[in-house]
């Protein structure tokens, strides 16, 4: 069974995907998800955090609609503009396109027209919008992967490791960004990381997830509001999540 229904406006994204197991021609099978069930409020951002091959894009992927081989259903939050929108690892930019058109494109005709100044400058992009993608250096192309999600205003948005790959410096820098694009739109958000201080740094809470095949160990709640999420205050949540969750690294 493969259940995607949309819900009524405020509604959370709720998961509740029993199993998903890849068979190979030969015969081998891998289950990667068992029994896992969770939510995300509307407006929250949420984390979901577990160890490698654990299986969270496999998740994101069946979120997306990308892979309908599994049982099991989740509904997608409506409301607004009930439009589901991801950031990849990978920037996927048309590179025959600048990256205004980049953004652009991905908008509803009706939305094709709006207003990018705020959104291109809060990313650090006024400057690089007539540019094409082989011009850009990656964190300036995941910046431009964000600028395109978030100027759908999208219901729903999905990252998996967007900042992967990046110099520490350079990841800061863009977590920062993500933090003020997304609070002038609190937009429901499930994003994939291994990286437990970036989840610390960016989510309301974190689904920690157990290794393969992957179900949820717990949540963790992070009640400090953003703001005052400094390296000392980090630390101190580092130390109650250690509590809550020993060995989870
Ligand atoms: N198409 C596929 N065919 C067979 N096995 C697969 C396929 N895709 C993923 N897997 C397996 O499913 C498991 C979960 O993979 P997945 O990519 O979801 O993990 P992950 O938690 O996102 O890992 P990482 O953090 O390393 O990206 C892994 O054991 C992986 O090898």
Redesign the pocket.
Known sequence: MNDTRPVGAGAPLRVDIAEKT?R?AQGVS?T?LKNLSFEVRQGEFACLL?P????????LRILLGLDRQFSGSFQLPEGGSNRIAAVFQEPTLLPWRTVEQNVRLALPKGLRAKNLDGLFDTLGLAGMRSLYPAELSLGLARRAALARAFATEPAMLFLD?PFVSLDERTAERLRHMLVTVWSARPTTALM?T?NLTEALMLSDRIIVLAP?P?HVLGIFDVRLPRQQRSPEATSDLLRSFHQQFPGVT
């Open positions: 890849f190979s891998v990667a577990g490698s091959g654990c299986g969270k894009t496999t998740t490791e994939v291994h393969r992957a």
